[in-house]
């Protein structure tokens, strides 16, 4: 008999209206596209400081951290005990995949530095190319390495400066760390795997609402998807594969 895999969401972010109402939550959207049949997937709205006990953690396989509208270097209690939860994953060399905050988040607890974007908040579909030289063949994205992939971005913070231990694996003209790697059982991507156009959509008008974008930035954005889609079926073989354990090396 198989053993049952089991994994865990830690939540970052509050279920928007347009979420709930849509796909029942974000919970469900993240294991649509990461999930498979026969798992065990376990939610922890670490937002709303919930978290699993440490005599737990070796109950899983791995563990997602989501996007969060809160900055990954912030001091709120729960920010800082979800790094603490990380560091004790890190020792016990469980699977993290981190994405947006979630990916700031391990290259703060490695020792990298997060902060303000650089060149400014980045929101839409977005192209980022692939470090062919640390991207091996044969590894999470199968025998052929793509040289770019389209992904949908939506962030005002990223990673200023990749830790000594990590390997940067993609980066853009609008991000130098796109995706990086920490060892066998740390993967961090800025962009969204998880997102579709809808959900992108609703977060632009949602923050044109709250003020917090002008009307012809979100237009812009919404621009980024008039002809073109995210590689999303890429997205999660890179995904599936690292989770799961069907490569050891990217």
């Not at 347009?18 to 999930?35: P, Q």
């Not at 391990?106 to 991207?135: E, F, N």
Request: hydrophobic share 35%.
């Amino acid at each position: 008999m198989v053993e049952q895999k089991r994994f865990a969401l830690f939540l970052a972010t509050s279920d928007s209206a347009f979420v709930k109402k849509t796909n029942g939550g974000y919970f469900n959207v993240f294991v649509s596209t990461f999930g498979e049949e026969g798992e065990q997937w376990d939610l922890f709205r670490v937002i709303d400081g919930e978290f699993p006990e440490e005599k737990d953690l070796d109950k899983y396989d791995g563990f997602v951290i989501s996007g969060s509208l809160h900055d990954a270097f912030g001091e709120a209690d729960w920010i800082v005990k979800l790094c603490s939860l990380c560091q004790k994953l890190d020792d016990m060399k469980k699977k993290i995949l981190g994405i947006c905050f979630g990916h700031q988040i391990l290259c703060r607890i490695k020792g990298g530095k997060i902060g303000r974007a650089s060149r400014g908040a980045d929101m839409g579909l977005r192209s980022i190319r692939m470090a062919k030289d640390a991207v091996k063949p044969g590894g999470f994205f199968g025998e052929k390495t793509p040289n770019s992939l389209a992904i949908i971005k939506c962030h005002q913070d990223e990673v200023l400066e990749l830790p000594e231990s990590a390997t940067l694996l993609a980066y853009s003209d609008k991000c130098n760390v796109e995706m990086a790697s920490f060892g066998n059982h740390f993967l961090s991507i800025q962009g969204h795997p998880e997102y579709n156009k809808e959900i992108l959509f609703e977060i632009i008008d949602r923050v044109v609402n709250m003020k917090l974008m002008e009307q012809d930035c979100a237009d812009k954005a919404k621009e980024t998807m008039k002809n073109r889609e995210p590689d999303r079926k890429q997205w999660q073989t890179l995904c599936k594969s690292f989770l799961k354990g069907r490569s050891e090396q990217l």
